[in-house]
Nanobody
Framework: QVILEESGGGSVQTGGSLRLSCESS????????LAWFRQAPGKEREGVAV?????????TTFYDDSVKGRFTISRDTNFAYLQMNSLKPEDSATYYC??????????????????WGQGTQVTVSS
């Protein structure tokens, strides 16, 4: 069983920054993909970013168009991170860390991930 735990959420004003962390109970190398999703009230969970940690795609990242140029995903031995800059009110949501041990091309689909954290709230005020 893999446990993922997010931290770093909070409240900021428009244009501010936050760094989310996701601690994994196993070495991130053993999770082929690590991703961040978000879910706002009344909306579906959506993929924000993914980083592939090993194999032929190791180090590759993908981002949703809405966050490109503002968010950066990274990882180290036991953590995944999401650096969020130039935050907007529409970025407000609960952010979830997700991981899996397969290389699923549909990285933005919640169904591609077996392991999930409990989420951390991000609120951006105008």
């Amino acid at each position: 069983q893999v446990i993922l735990e997010e931290s770093g959420g909070g409240s900021v004003q428009t244009g501010g920054s936050l760094r989310l962390s996701c601690e994994s109970s196993i070495l991130t190398y053993y999770l082929t993909s690590l991703a961040w999703f978000r879910q706002a009230p009344g909306k579906e969970r959506e993929g924000v970013a993914v980083i592939y940690t090993s194999g032929i795609r190791g180090g590759t990242t993908f981002y949703d168009d809405s966050v490109k140029g503002r968010f950066t995903i990274s990882r180290d031995t036991n953590f995944a991170y999401l650096q969020m800059n130039s935050l907007k009110p529409e970025d407000s949501a609960t952010y979830y860390c997700a991981g899996d041990q397969s290389l699923d091309p549909t990285w933005y689909s919640a169904g591609s991930y077996k392991y999930w954290g409990q989420g951390t709230q991000v609120t951006v005020s105008s």
